[in-house]
């Protein structure tokens, strides 16, 4: 029973895990809108910091979605990604015998690489750009002409509409310089807001990311914020603030690293791990909220096989089957039994009744009692904790009654103690529901969002028992001090941990592998490691008190090894007591005995002082059985004395 227990908990695992992660498989689809203008394709200033930017705000946004293309063509390959460059003097939008897309002009809008599922050829297409090969010397010329933004989002309007009408994420990223392109002309701007709405209606997000140049500072109030809309009921209370990208190097950030920083943030749709669930706080008084990963393990995900021994990459699918041990027949669907071992004998369930006992309710979260914060241990915690926020989709006014929640925990140091079960077939948990305040860092960027945590507790054989451990050695106070100062010359500017700065190596050579064989490229020599300590700058900030405190306790590590050395021979010098010696029965084998004293010794009972050995060579010497426990071996014994 033990055992099927076991797999069904296995099996239910396993399908959690697939209902948890299924969210992460919707469509999503970016169109790169990419102004190509003078001031655009003009380089940064001269500048002596080796790492200042010395591509121009059109080359470095190129490059960032061609870094961001192959990332995607691996890691997500249901997407789709396209590229438009506006304001160029060629026109250009779909393929080479294509010159409209509906019949429709668009003109100085270059369609570079279509809305669609990135394949290697639109990666090496971009590459061909990046790398400035001689076919797109042309491409990147600025139009003599202002550009006309109505055009250019009507032009995004038609791309979506043509290429990815069902998506429900879809998102058009504009990269420019231009605060204000139609400052003279309000028809221009009307039109351009019009077209813009146009894309809000169609559940198209609009994503600036402004360039500001050293001379002029981006200003999103003079056109922009007439064009990008925001959606109260969106979630958008967990996006991060987008801040202005600069086209300098003076400040040691290059453009391109801060590019693609800022999409990638952008780039993942914020999606439910759970939508609409029911929050019930009291009898009849429900309200529903959504819940998110917010730190989630990222790890590479097989799509398939591919056979590469031929002369050409063929991808394999895969088929699974059961067989029969004996014959090695397939075994049909319908000829699988599951059962339970119950007492010795298998009970049969239907797939009918397996789904019951699976069955503890629908989803919800029900509070049902409230207790002090200061009640929780460090140790209860077991898995990650899931972030929830109020949705308005099925209860009007959750926001407010959650609000309200939020703010009596805070205010009142508390916790509620939840009943939860996250999803369909889910087992049942018992979590507690912890407020958090909202943190933000040194450039007022979110850290930690305001709202509640589902914290799970642990049940009664989720905990066990640790082993004594031997007391720990504790550390004088001067080598703590020396410490402290190792500490202080190795931390991180302004004490802030990004962890975004240290990409996973092992995934990241996994999607390198990958894009060697897909792109056809040379494989490095070994993969790109920044988690590997700079030891370089450790020993010139820190080397000398390093070498310092290592020398204290080489001092006082010798000096307890002198102290326990003279215990030892202070103890060996030492003459011990003399123990006394006892008499006993065992110290004369059975064996040597005559028969008058075996009598003597099992008439006192003294047999069971004998080893099981010596009671075995006595009757084995006697041509009897030595076999057996030792209260068996005693009754042979005993009864060889009384028969002679």
């Not at 043509?162 to 058009?172: D, H, I, M, W």
């Not at 706080?281 to 056979?307: A, D, H, S």
């Not at 306790?553 to 060996?572: C, P, T």
Request: proline share 6%; hydrophobic share 35%.
């Amino acid at each position: 029973m033990a055992d099927s227990i076991e797999k069904r908990d296995e099996e239910e695992e396993e399908e959690e895990e697939l209902d948890e992660t299924s969210y992460i498989a919707q469509k999503d689809a970016v169109l790169f809108a990419i102004d190509v203008s003078e001031s655009m394709l003009a380089p940064p200033p001269p500048s002596d910091d080796k790492k200042a930017e010395k591509d121009s705000p059109v080359a470095a946004a190129i490059k960032c979605a061609y870094q961001i293309m192959q990332q995607r063509i691996i890691s997500n390959p249901k997407d789709m990604m396209g590229v438009l460059l506006f304001g160029t003097e060629q026109t250009k939008f779909q393929d080479e015998d294509e010159n409209s897309r509906g019949g429709v002009q668009y003109p100085h809008c270059y369609l570079l690489s279509d809305l669609a599922i990135p394949a290697a050829e639109d990666v090496k297409t971009l590459r061909g750009v990046v790398q400035q090969d001689e076919e797109f010397e042309d491409l990147l010329v600025p139009a003599k002409e202002p550009v006309s933004m109505s055009n250019m989002l009507f032009c995004a309007n038609q791309i979506f509409t043509t290429k990815a009408p069902n998506f429900g994420s879809r998102r058009l990223f504009i990269i420019t310089d231009k605060d204000d392109p139609h400052a003279s002309d309000k028809n221009a701007r009307s039109q351009a807001a019009v077209r813009a709405k146009d894309l809000y209606d169609l559940g198209v997000v609009i994503e600036l990311f402004p360039i500001s140049h050293p001379d002029h500072e981006f200003d999103r109030s003079k056109f922009y914020d007439d064009i990008i809309y925001r959606d109260p009921a969106a979630g958008e209370d967990l996006a991060v603030t987008q801040s202005n990208l600069k086209s300098s190097g003076s400040d040691g950030i290059s453009l391109l690293s801060n590019l693609i920083s800022d999409i990638n943030s952008k780039q993942v749709a914020k999606r439910a791990l759970f939508s609409n669930l029911p929050f019930e706080i009291g009898p009849n008084f429900k309200i529903t909220v959504k819940g998110y990963n917010l730190l989630q393990k990222q790890e590479p995900k097989r799509k398939g096989y591919v056979w590469v021994d031929g002369e050409t990459m063929q991808y394999i699918e895969g088929e699974t089957k059961q067989v029969t041990e004996d014959t090695a027949r397939t075994v049909e669907k319908v000829e699988i039994k599951k059962a339970y071992k119950f007492g010795g004998s298998l009970i049969y369930f239907t797939p009918e009744e397996q789904q019951k006992l699976k069955d503890f309710g629908s989803p919800v979260l029900r509070i049902i009692g409230f207790k002090l914060q200061s009640m929780l241990p460090l140790w209860a915690s077991v898995k990650k904790s899931t972030f929830i926020y109020p949705s308005e989709e099925d209860y009007v006014g959750s926001t407010r009654v959650f609000s309200a929640l939020w703010q009596k925990l805070i205010k009142d140091k508390k916790m509620g103690v939840a009943w939860y079960i996250a999803r369909k077939n889910a087992s049942p948990v018992l979590v507690a529901i912890l407020p958090s305040e909202e943190r933000a860092d040194d450039n007022k960027l979110p850290i930690i969002p305001a709202g509640l945590w589902l914290y799970q507790l642990p049940f009664a054989d989720d905990k066990r028992d640790l082993p004594q451990l031997p007391k720990p050695l504790v550390a004088s106070d001067r080598l703590i001090t020396e410490m402290h100062k190792v500490i202080k010359q190795l931390q991180l500017p302004k004490a802030v941990y990004d962890h975004s700065k240290y990409p996973n190596p092992a995934l990241q050579w996994h999607y390198k592998i990958l894009q060697v064989l897909a792109l056809g490229e040379e494989l490095p020599d070994k993969p790109e490691d920044k988690t590997i300590p700079k030891f370089r700058q450790i020993h010139k900030r820190a080397g000398e008190y390093i070498n310092e405190w290592g020398q204290i306790l080489d001092k006082e590590y010798h000096g307890m090894e002198n102290d326990r050395k003279q215990k030892f021979n202070r103890d060996e010098s030492e003459e011990p007591p003399k123990k006394k010696i006892k008499a006993s029965h065992s110290s004369q084998t059975l064996e040597d005995m005559s028969v008058s004293e075996l009598k003597k010794v099992v008439g006192t009972g003294g047999l069971g002082k004998y080893t099981m050995q010596n009671l075995k060579d006595f009757l084995n010497a006697k041509g009897l059985d030595g076999k057996g426990k030792k209260p068996e071996l005693i009754e042979k014994v005993e009864q060889y004395v009384e028969d002679n």
